[in-house]
């Protein structure tokens, strides 16, 4: 019935049906200050969540660039597919806000 949920290897996505997941866009990022020539990609809905994801990964490698409020401008473009071009770099400025988060409990 679909297989037991799970993530994608390919996107990353959580997968609750895994036989009707369909991966997100294929997004290229360029960051020169970052990468050099290199260029990464991630899977998105859009430009904008793809230098999200961008930016929450590259904080993941453990500098918290972006939570300690460190800008950066970086170059997005859809990627090529097999049955399509690229399409055309379009500039975003990548940042992040840290949130706390306030609770209580009964001892």
Partial sequence: MGGLPCFCPTCGNFMIRPDKHRCSPR???????????????????????????FARVTDSY????????????VQIRRAATD??????????????????EYHARQK
């Fill in 27 to 53: 997004w290229e990022i360029k960051y020169p200050d970052w990468l050099g020539d290199e260029t990464k990609f991630v899977h998105a809905h859009d430009a904008g969540e793809a230098g999200e994801r």
């Fill in 62 to 73: 453990g500098d918290y660039e972006f939570a300690n409020g460190h800008e950066a401008e």
């Fill in 83 to 100: 049955t399509e071009e690229p399409g055309p770099w379009e500039t975003y400025i990548l940042s992040a806000e840290p949130s706390v």
